[in-house]
């Protein structure tokens, strides 16, 4: 049994999330400890003990100590299986937490199955610290495709800290096969777009985010179509979403409203991490170098990428990746700065066989 500290590194629920991928991909079982020892509330909180119950179904897995709090796990799957599945973070102790971190645990290996599959995951579709529904979709999900994974995701409902309620449906086909990438430059920029949205709240916010958003890009010499919408939701809450469109790869910026935090600042703050990124270096953007570790890992060829900046998420990231997998990470470069990676794969070990 593979044996994790789950404080290493960046020490938050990214450690677990890609465990439990890459232990229902190998069928290795672990044994993690220290669980989220690096965040404020330690343990597992509900979203991740819903991954931890969503790996569980799909992979048959024989699960111990995994409850709410829970600072250790032993996950020991059996083989994933395709097909339906429903899960809902808000039945534990009606929470708000992250729909799309639910879906990082389970997407590798779904991807894996010999049948396709069709997720819906209730919950948290636009909160912090978790990717939103629009960056899995229109960043992760493209780039993806590329290397051979075919799936969709659809919002019918969003979901607001704190009361979440959000609903997203997930399908997943079996992959054919799957294409290692060479993704050095961004390219030349192509198209700027974006949303910005409002639920039960005035549209009139939504609209002073869109109209700040383009003023500050015009001042950048950039013009962008920028979307309003009034989003379905039985909470309240903002959002702007910055999608940049390159010649080899697409980027994600997002800022959430907040009680007490001007439309204007939302605008802002999506907008100032999109110009950090558009003057930097690196193809692709910090979040998307580590989200793609796992997937690329369990392709046969090697992949190279380079990114605007190296984080500890990726660096933990691939800690974790190769201690399932025959891989070989190198990242070069500082924490904090521009960085090449490169995976290999470092023998031919075959994955078990789904159904």
């Keep these: 049994m593979i044996l994790i500290n789950g404080s290493h590194g960046e020490g938050g629920g990214q450690i677990l999330r890609t465990a439990l991928a890459l232990s229902c991909i190998t069928g290795e079982p672990f044994e993690m400890y220290d669980i989220r020892m690096g965040r404020e509330k330690p343990g597992l909180q509900p979203q991740h003990l819903t991954g931890v119950r969503a790996a569980q179904a799909i992979s048959k897995a024989d699960v111990d100590k995994a409850k709410l709090g829970s600072q250790s796990l032993c996950f020991s ?3 994933v299986t ?3 599945y429903l899960f809902d973070v808000s039945e534990i102790k009606g929470s708000a937490g992250s729909a799309t971190l639910v879906l990082q645990a389970i997407l590798p290996p779904l991807a894996t199955a010999g049948t396709g599959s069709r997720v819906t995951v209730k919950g948290g579709t636009h909160v912090e610290w978790s990717p939103t529904f629009h960056y899995m979709r229109d960043v992760l999900l493209p780039l993806l495709a590329k290397i051979g994974i075919k799936s969709s995701l659809d919002i019918e409902k969003w979901g607001w800290y704190p009361i979440g309620g959000g609903k997203l449906s997930l399908s997943v086909e079996p992959v054919k096969k799957l294409s290692a ?8 920029l192509k198209n700027i777009s974006g949303i910005s949205a409002a639920s039960n709240l005035p549209i009139s916010l939504a ?3 869109r109209d700040h958003g383009n003023w500050l890009l015009k001042g950048a010499g950039l013009s962008a179509n920028m979307e309003i919408v009034a989003a379905p939701s039985n909470g309240k809450g903002t959002f702007f979403f910055i999608l940049a469109e390159f010649e080899n790869i697409k ?6 409203g907040a009680r007490g935090k001007r439309a204007e600042a939302v605008a802002e703050e999506a907008v100032r991490q999109f110009l950090e990124f558009s003057n930097s270096e690196g193809a692709l953007d910090p979040h998307l170098a580590d989200q793609i570790i796992p997937y690329l890992s369990i392709c046969d060829a090697p992949s190279n990428f380079t990114t605007s900046r190296i984080t500890r998420h990726l660096l933990t990231n691939a800690w974790v990746t190769e201690k399932f997998l025959p891989v070989e990470i190198n990242i070069n470069g500082r924490e904090g700065e521009f960085g090449e990676v490169i995976i290999k794969r470092a023998g031919n070990r075959l994955l078990p066989a789904h159904s």
């Design 77 to 79: 799957p059996v083989a």
């Design 207 to 209: 609209e002073r985010q």
């Design 181 to 188: 990438i060479s993704i050095r430059q961004r390219g030349r």
């Design 82 to 84: 395709g097909g339906e």
């Design 251 to 256: 980027a994600g910026f997002s800022a959430l």
